[in-house]
Nanobody, 124 residues
Framework: QVHLVESGGGLVQAGGSLRLSCVSS????????MAWFRQAPGKEREFVAT???????YYGDSVKGRFTISRDNAKNMVYLQMNSLKPEDTAAYYC??????????????????WGQGTQVTVSS
């Protein structure tokens, strides 16, 4: 049993910032590749960012330079710092975990566990 719970979403004006948090239970987050995905109404799920268990990171093209994924293994936490938010960032954001962290993947089906999502809405 692995549970992921996201928090930190909300309504923010364009150009503002939010920090999303994801807490993991069951197994320590240090043993997983962690990732963030998002899905807007009427759109496919989109890869946002990922971090392996040694801290190597990779970002989707649409968020490079604006978003940062980080980990606090001692707290079983992963974060997504979102800066310079745009209306097109509006989506439900999901935390995900993969129990084979060695290789990068942005494919949602490669991840084993998912949180319930937290809504981010960016106004114009």
């Amino acid at each position: 049993q692995v549970h992921l719970v996201e928090s930190g979403g909300g309504l923010v004006q364009a150009g503002g910032s939010l920090r999303l948090s994801c807490v993991s239970s069951g197994r320590t987050v240090s043993t997983y590749r962690m990732a963030w995905f998002r899905q807007a109404p009427g759109k496919e799920r989109e890869f946002v960012a990922t971090s392996d268990n040694f801290g190597s990171t990779y970002y989707g093209d649409s968020v490079k330079g604006r978003f940062t994924i980080s980990r606090d293994n001692a707290k079983n936490m992963v974060y997504l710092q979102m800066n310079s938010l745009k209306p097109e960032d509006t989506a439900a954001y999901y935390c995900a975990a993969r129990n084979r962290p060695s290789y990068f993947t942005s494919r949602g089906n490669d991840y084993d566990y998912w949180g319930q999502g937290t809504q981010v809405t960016v106004s114009s």
